[in-house]
């Protein structure tokens, strides 16, 4: 990939309680590209994540996001730089409403943004994510698991990033929800949003990224195009365990 990358990471070696989990991980994500990784539960794709975030120790490498290096900044910098974070375990305000939860960034990082018609902002996020938008008064503790993660996912738009990371948004899903959530997804791309997704079922994603990394043990063990990848004999064995030997 090019050296002009929105982000670039390379070399990445996070560690959790201590232990190194992830292996000199490298992969790019253009400005305005969709980038799937793949791999098995326990596989690094929340460390990998995470160490680009600033959420867990980074030992060793290199995180840019437009060229500024992010491993020297402070975790809670990092949003405010314009990459929106939807984690694995979406750490929503379950006793607040959908719209309380879409406006609290806003309120705490919307100025580092320069975000000033903070009204205009949560009706963007609305129009993307149209099944919320007559859920806007509801508790988020009684919405069902999808449309929970619709809000976590428009939680991370309300800061209008330029790119967003999606930690497993289609997990434990049903078929109709997951392609509903899918179509969404493409959605905040056709509008310019870079999305770096991450999943553990490599069926869920050909048709949402344009390329693909395919991450084993913390180490990048395959990456090109999604389709390809998807039907490859040795990654879908490698993806039900079979062949991580």
């Known amino acids: ?14 560690a959790v309680e201590g232990f190194q989990v992830t292996e000199d991980i490298d992969l790019d994500v253009n400005a305005g590209e969709a980038v799937g990784l793949v791999g098995r539960n326990g596989a690094g794709k929340t460390s990998t994540f995470r160490g680009i975030m600033g959420l867990t120790p980074v030992w060793s490498g290199s995180v840019k996001f437009r060229g500024e290096e992010l491993t020297d900044i402070r975790s809670e910098l990092i949003p405010k730089r314009g990459i929106g974070y939807q984690p694995e375990d979406r750490k929503l305000f379950t006793g607040m409403t959908v719209d309380e939860n879409f406006r609290l960034p ?8 320069g975000i000033d018609d903070e009204d205009a902002v949560i009706e963007s996020v609305y129009d993307v ?8 008064d509801a508790k988020v503790q009684n919405l069902s698991g999808g449309q929970a993660k619709m809000v976590a996912i428009g939680r991370a738009l309300a800061l209008q990033p330029d790119l967003l990371i999606l930690d497993e948004p289609l997990e434990g899903l049903a078929p109709v929800v997951v392609e509903s959530l899918k179509r969404y997804i493409r959605e905040i791309n056709d509008r310019d949003i870079a999305v770096l997704i991450a999943e553990s079922n490599v069926t869920h994603v050909p048709d949402v990224v344009d390329r693909l990394y395919v991450i084993e043990r913390g180490d990048i063990v395959a990456s090109g195009d ?15 365990g079979s062949g991580a030997e």
Do not use: C, F, H, Y
């Open 1 to 14: 990939m090019s050296n002009d990358a929105l982000l670039s990471v390379r070399g990445l070696n996070a």
């Open 106 to 113: 806003i309120w705490t990082s919307g100025p580092a943004r």
């Open 129 to 136: 994510l149209t099944e919320l938008d007559g859920r806007r």
């Open 226 to 240: 999604p389709e390809e990848l998807a039907a490859d004999e040795d990654i879908q064995k490698l993806m039900q």
